[in-house]
């Protein structure tokens, strides 16, 4: 039943995506207002996806700790699904992603008219990179965006900690208002390059945000750990589910 209901997903899930990236392809020549508008539609269909092909519930926890204000939100990195939720929970979030995917014909255009932050990963250009990133998160803010940063930078197991790279430090320091940790499951129900995909639910919590003014070091703590022991708890609380599929 989970290998069918995988399959299914799969097809609904990449057809939807192509229908949207070809139907809504006029929307590009307008005012960017309507590309998120777009966004917004696929994220939704996405969740209902989820809910009624997978069978795969949402839960969302502390979505009250999110101000009116722009903010930074610092996020888990298990799958893809958090990469796509996001448009629903927030109201306009410009991500930070590598630059590689605004190169994807047709998908990448979308992602630069949502003014998304793309990073190169080059070592090379490490602190060109970085100046350019904080410059855009500065127009991203003055626009009224939140700024959305998976820390790890690429996805780990459930039962793995990334490493935690120092550009959301930069971005805390440079841009001086809160960062609020996310922390959940998805990696349970959508794992990282997996076919198959787990009813159940994917639990999604925004935790205490951290104010800003602390030093980078302590800040790097602080986040780490507020993260990886509520991802924890929330990983164990949702083995129950997975067992059941």
Same mark, same amino acid.
Request: charged share 20%; net charge positive; proline share 7%.
């Given at each position: 039943?989970?290998?069918?209901?995988?399959?299914?997903?799969?097809?609904?899930?990449?057809?939807?995506?192509?229908?949207?990236?070809?139907?809504?392809?006029?929307?590009?020549?307008?005012?960017?207002?309507?590309?998120?508008?777009?966004?917004?539609?696929?994220?939704?269909?996405?969740?209902?996806?989820?809910?009624?092909?997978?069978?795969?519930?949402?839960?969302?926890?502390?979505?009250?700790?999110?101000?009116?204000?722009?903010?930074?939100?610092?996020?888990?990195?298990?799958?893809?699904?958090?990469? +796509?939720?996001?448009?629903?929970?927030?109201?306009?979030? %410009?991500?930070? @992603? #590598? &630059?590689? !995917?605004?190169?994807?014909?047709?998908?990448?255009?979308?992602?630069?008219?949502?003014?998304? +932050?793309?990073?190169?990963?080059?070592?090379?250009?490490? %602190?060109?990179? @970085? #100046? &350019?990133? !904080?410059?855009?998160?500065?127009?991203?803010?003055?626009?009224?965006?939140?700024?959305?940063?998976?820390?790890?930078?690429?996805?780990?197991?459930?039962?793995?900690?990334?490493?935690?790279?120092?550009?959301?430090?930069?971005?805390?320091?440079?841009?001086?208002?809160?960062?609020?940790?996310?922390?959940?499951?998805?990696?349970?129900?959508?794992?990282?390059?997996?076919?198959?995909?787990?009813?159940?639910?994917?639990?999604?919590?925004?935790?205490?945000?951290?104010?800003?003014?602390?030093?980078?070091?302590?800040?790097?703590?602080?986040?780490?750990?507020?993260?990886?022991?509520?991802?924890?708890?929330?990983?164990?609380?949702?083995?129950?589910?997975?067992?059941?599929?």
């Amino acid at each position: 039943m989970t290998w069918l209901r995988s399959v299914a997903f799969n097809v609904v899930f990449y057809g939807w995506g192509t229908l949207c990236t070809f139907l809504f392809l006029p929307v590009l020549f307008l005012p960017r207002p309507y590309i998120l508008k777009i966004a917004k539609i696929w994220a939704k269909g996405v969740i209902w996806i989820c809910e009624y092909v997978l069978g795969l519930q949402i839960k969302i926890v502390g979505k009250e700790r999110l101000p009116d204000t722009p903010i930074i939100l610092a996020s888990k990195h298990q799958s893809a699904w958090e990469t +796509l939720i996001f448009h629903h929970l927030v109201k306009d979030p %410009a991500i930070v @992603l #590598k &630059k590689e !995917l605004t190169w994807i014909p047709f998908f990448g255009w979308y992602l630069k008219k949502l003014s998304m +932050l793309p990073l190169s990963r080059s070592k090379r250009k490490g %602190a060109q990179e @970085l #100046k &350019k990133l !904080l410059q855009k998160a500065d127009q991203a803010m003055a626009k009224g965006q939140s700024i959305l940063i998976f820390p790890e930078g690429t996805r780990s197991r459930p039962d793995q900690k990334g490493t935690y790279h120092s550009g959301v430090a930069s971005l805390y320091q440079h841009l001086k208002v809160p960062v609020i940790p996310v922390a959940h499951n998805a990696g349970l129900f959508w794992p990282r390059r997996g076919f198959i995909k787990y009813p159940g639910r994917i639990t999604l919590e925004f935790l205490d945000p951290i104010a800003p003014g602390l030093p980078r070091q302590e800040f790097m703590r602080i986040l780490e750990n507020t993260i990886e022991l509520k991802t924890n708890e929330l990983v164990r609380e949702g083995m129950t589910d997975v067992s059941k599929s």
